[in-house]
């Protein structure tokens, strides 16, 4: 079965600094990988996705994300934290197994001015 | 830009009451899906929908849910009689093609239920 993993219900990081959100992911076929961002009392926005094609993924507003099969991982990352990245990011998998997105649990991300 | 929208945005009920939710894909997709998020908890998958007809469902997805896509713009979700445990958040998602080709689904704004 396919699973997701987000290590730290919680990051805090300082404006300016860097952000780095944990995904790790269980999948018996090829996976595609995605990063949704929620900011609050709103939807689901798409910040990026893999998708078999290059190993690093950009995404908007600066973010980024590495897909590492040998460590089955897809680390969120930007090299300068803004007050506006504060939101929850979910990290999804999916496959061609079946017509569904499954979500890890979230991280919830503080930014400190 | 075109978005999934959602009505209401908000719904409260009481338990055993039966409670519709709306939802307008974008237009030239053909796939759709709920999902819910109870409080504090994770997104999980309720159901696909794709040729007027259930592609896949969760085990949530029981006896009292339905989904029908009444005219060639909404998509519903029917809980029959309502449970205080069906209390979440509840998004509505389309995507042109199905997402076993890793394509995108949009998310609209989401429909809060609150189950007294």
């Known amino acids: 079965a396919q699973s997701v993993t987000q290590l730290g219900s919680h990051v805090s990081v300082s404006e300016g600094a860097l952000v780095l959100l944990r995904c790790n992911y269980s999948?018996?076929?090829?996976?595609?990988l995605f990063w949704y961002v929620q900011y609050p009392n709103q939807g689901l926005q798409l910040l990026l996705k893999?998708?078999?094609?290059?190993?690093l993924v950009k995404g908007i507003n600066g973010f980024e994300a590495e897909f590492k099969k040998s460590e089955t991982s897809f680390h969120l990352t930007k090299p300068s934290a803004h007050m506006s990245d504060a939101a929850e990011y979910f990290c999804?998998?999916?496959?061609?197994?079946?017509?569904?997105?499954?979500f890890g649990p979230g991280t919830s991300l503080s930014v400190i001015p | 830009e075109p978005e999934v929208t959602q009505t209401p945005s908000h719904q409260v009920t009481q338990m055993g009451q039966e409670v519709i939710l709306r939802c307008v894909p974008i237009s030239n997709h053909l796939y759709f899906y709920w999902y819910r998020q109870i409080l504090g908890q994770k997104v999980e998958f309720l159901v696909s929908f794709y040729n007027n007809e259930i592609s896949e469902k969760s085990e949530i997805f029981d006896d009292q849910f339905s989904v029908e896509r009444p005219d060639g713009s909404n998509f519903t979700l029917k809980i029959r009689s309502t449970k205080l445990e069906d209390s979440a958040m509840y998004f509505c998602?389309?995507?042109?093609?199905?997402?076993?080709?890793?394509?995108?689904?949009?998310f609209g704004p989401g429909t809060r239920l609150t189950v007294l």
């Open positions: 998602a389309s995507s042109e093609e199905g997402t076993g080709g890793g394509n995108e689904q949009f």
């Open positions: 893999y998708t078999s094609a290059a190993t």
């Open positions: 999804a998998v999916s496959t061609t197994s079946y017509d569904k997105v499954i």
């Open positions: 999948s018996s076929v090829p996976p595609y």
